[in-house]
């Protein structure tokens, strides 16, 4: 089995090269809309931070303390007078951005905080000081568009990180990857037109925001740089494997990005509140083994791994130690794990985007 044979091939070299990897952590991230109920809430980063203390996973990572982004990076994606509209909600107790999304007095801050969470691993990853990387920050990002928050998202975090890599560490393309349960609108829009920066994204649709059907593909020279794979609720572990391997592998080969980023969103977990997908931990362990294997491949293993949603606490916890398992080289993967799907006739979901992306990519 050709997968099978990859992914033990690609254990094999991790565990030789004992991967390091930095986390972004900080108890800051706690302070955004610290004492308002809300399902974005503080509680999801204390349970994984208790593991990454306490856990197994304890001392198996480099800690990486964040800075806050300033206001002319911000402006690589959003506009001024938006970024000062965020600024005006510090010291507020409450600002309500849209009918999802609050501000509360540390918010702006918190929004920077993440945003310089995620150049400040980037930094590392460019240095070689890291294999790859996680931050593990909120508020999320992937929904905040140029001029508006949305969706619990004030700063578009990975958005950023892409221009950041490209901006200040010379990087040529960015490929990011966005397995969040909702279409990333945000990010879409911030690269619909820019080549250099290919857009990928599995979501429940039609969903929360509406947007990220197939035939959205990016305009002008960004024609073919977004690659959306809209799915009906109800997928689980093998459809998702068969994405990763038949669509978004062939596509990053041929794409060669100098740097992977991913909006990991664990709300495909099969018991999420917010969602309707049947992805298990083991399930996300294999697209990320995918990924790192990419990331081996195509860009010296440089990856970067931002969270996004993911709602029941439990669930959370446990998608994020087989994540972070997996980068570690400490596998919860079985080999009958990662052959799943290959005998498998093409979901027919799959089958309609490979159909459609052939006319840009060698499918």
Sequence with gaps: ???????????????????????????????????????????????????????????????????????????????????????????????????????????????????????????????????????????????????????????????????????????????????????????????????????????????????GNYDEVGEGEGKGYTVNVPLRAGQDDKVYIQIFRRILSPIALSFKPDIILVSAGFDVYFDDPLGGMRVTPKGLAAITRILLGLAGDLCDGKILFVLEGGYNIKGLRECMMAVLKEMFSESILKEDDLSQGEEESINPHIEKVIKFQKQFWPL
């Excluded at 600024?87 to 540390?106: F, H, M, R, V």
């Excluded at 240095?127 to 700063?155: K, Q, T, W």
């Excluded at 490209?166 to 829009?189: S, Y």
Aim: proline share 6%.
């Design 1 to 211: 089995m050709y997968w099978a044979s990859k992914a033990r091939e690609l254990s094999s070299l991790i565990k030789q090269s004992m991967a390091k990897t930095g986390i972004v952590k900080d108890i800051r991230y706690l302070d955004h809309i610290a004492h308002y109920p809300h399902v974005e809430s503080p509680k999801r980063l204390r349970g994984i931070y208790a593991v990454l203390e306490k856990g197994d996973l304890a001392g198996k990572f480099m800690e990486i303390t964040p800075r806050m982004a300033n206001h002319w990076e911000l402006e690589w994606i959003h506009t001024p007078a938006y970024i000062n509209h965020i600024t005006s909600t510090k010291g507020k107790p409450l600002t309500i951005l849209d009918p999802d999304t609050y501000a509360s007095p540390l918010s702006y801050d918190t929004a920077k905080l993440a945003v310089g969470g995620v150049f400040s691993i980037l930094d590392y990853l460019f240095r070689r000081d890291i294999s790859n990387g996680f931050a593990l920050v909120r508020p999320p990002g992937h929904h905040a568009e140029a001029n508006r928050a949305m969706g619990f998202c004030i700063f578009n975090n990975i958005a950023l990180g892409a221009k950041y890599a490209m901006q200040v560490h010379g990087a040529k393309k960015a490929l990011i990857v966005d397995w969040d349960l909702h279409h990333g609108n945000g990010t879409q829009n911030a690269f619909y037109k820019d080549p250099h920066v290919l857009y990928f994204s599995t979501h429940q649709f039609p969903y929360y925001p509406g947007s």
